[in-house]
């Protein structure tokens, strides 16, 4: 696969950390008539460009995060101009799901009115949680005019299978089992947002606020959830819990390298959070909404995802409307928000060939 002239820039750049030809602007948006901080990425060539705005994933650097700011610079450096607003909730490690949907709206009328931006509409870009709240964006009648492409990596379509894949690494596609090693990050971040929603567990306070604050604490640090490093953290958050809330900490957090002691326990709070969550938020539930997305759609996921399996993109893919042909990438060279590791020289030339394609096809949108 031979890269186009975007895709040559966008790797240059990706492979030096993201340096290239980029001038970074601290702005401000309007949404839903609340200023939000936000920052712009400008290409060098002064004529105009497409626009891309960029939604960052429920992490405490936000729009600043490392792997963040190279993405979004290389992909100014391919010749585009990137926005990525500040979503607050989603720094504190809060769902605020009209929040993240109405920044893209005000970021694609933003950036539909900049004159570096060539006229034609604007796409958007997703990771993670945020990739289906992008994706969900294309159906919104509010800014389907200006939005043009979404392209959506690692993002997940079924709530509950997610969830109780967050837990046990349990997934599965077209009748297909599989099993991960899942990142704990997401347990953390599910019972820190509805442990005491779940009946039984209102009274959990004490668990649900130390699942946020070892959230927090990794997104501070800034290494893997799974690394052995937070074991002694764990300990000494255990060692606060009452017995009744230490059992449940176990489920949350076992030591780095295994999954819950007691599956079917865990399989069962997996699955009231997921109840729980949908109670609290329908609209988490992308699968009403995938039939009306209109516009160009990249979707792409790691293979070795260890927090959304990759089977959820491809989940995904068959919920969208028979007007839309997608473009759909399941890669090894990526997993998650992380490099994979090692793989055979032969299978890393065909890897390439494929994220090249993926490149090709999400900057060409444009």
């Known amino acids: 696969m031979i890269p186009t002239l975007r895709t040559a820039r966008f790797l240059r750049a990706y492979l030096r950390g993201g340096a290239g030809p980029v001038t970074e602007h601290e702005t401000h948006i309007e949404v839903n008539g609340e200023r ?20 960052h994933g429920l992490t405490v650097p936000g729009r600043h995060h490392k792997a963040m700011k190279r993405f979004v610079r290389s992909l100014a450096a391919s010749g585009a101009v990137v926005l990525v607003p500040d979503v607050p909730a989603w720094r504190e490690l809060r769902l605020d799901l009209d929040g993240a949907r109405d920044s893209i709206v005000a970021g694609a009328r933003f950036l539909a009115q900049r004159p570096e931006v060539r006229p034609g509409g604007v796409g958007t870009v997703g990771f993670s949680f945020g990739a289906t709240h992008a994706l969900m964006a294309a159906a919104d009648p509010r ?43 997401g347990r953390w971040m599910l019972a820190a947002n509805f442990l005491t929603d779940v009946p039984g567990f209102e009274g959990m306070e004490d668990v649900r606020a130390a699942a946020h604050e070892l959230a927090l604490e990794a997104g501070r640090r800034g290494v893997m959830a799974w690394d052995a490093e937070y074991d002694e953290f764990k300990r000494e958050i255990r060692g606060r819990l009452s017995p009744a809330s230490a059992d449940v900490w176990d489920l949350l957090a076992p030591p780095t390298g295994t999954i819950p002691a007691d599956l079917d326990a865990a399989r069962r709070l997996a699955d009231a959070l997921a109840e729980a969550m949908m109670e609290r938020f329908p609209g988490l539930d992308p699968q009403a909404l995938l039939p009306a997305i209109r516009g160009r759609i990249i979707l792409s996921h790691g293979r070795a995802d260890r927090l959304i399996p990759y089977t959820e993109t491809l989940r995904l893919r068959t919920l969208l409307p028979s007007t839309v042909t997608p473009s759909v990438t399941i890669t090894g060279l990526f997993a998650h928000s992380a490099h994979a590791g090692w793989m055979h020289p032969l299978d890393r030339v065909r890897e390439t060939a494929q994220f090249i394609r993926l490149l090709n096809d999400a900057l060409g949108a444009m």
């Open 36 to 55: 939000r901080e936000a920052t712009l990425y400008l290409p060098r060539r002064p004529r105009p460009a497409p626009g891309w705005v960029v939604l």
């Open 143 to 185: 800014v389907q005019r200006d939005l043009r492409a979404v392209v959506a990596f690692g993002g997940y379509c079924d709530v509950r299978r997610m969830v109780r894949c967050t837990f046990t690494g349990e997934h599965e596609w077209e009748g297909a089992g599989e099993s991960i090693d899942p990142d704990p990050y």
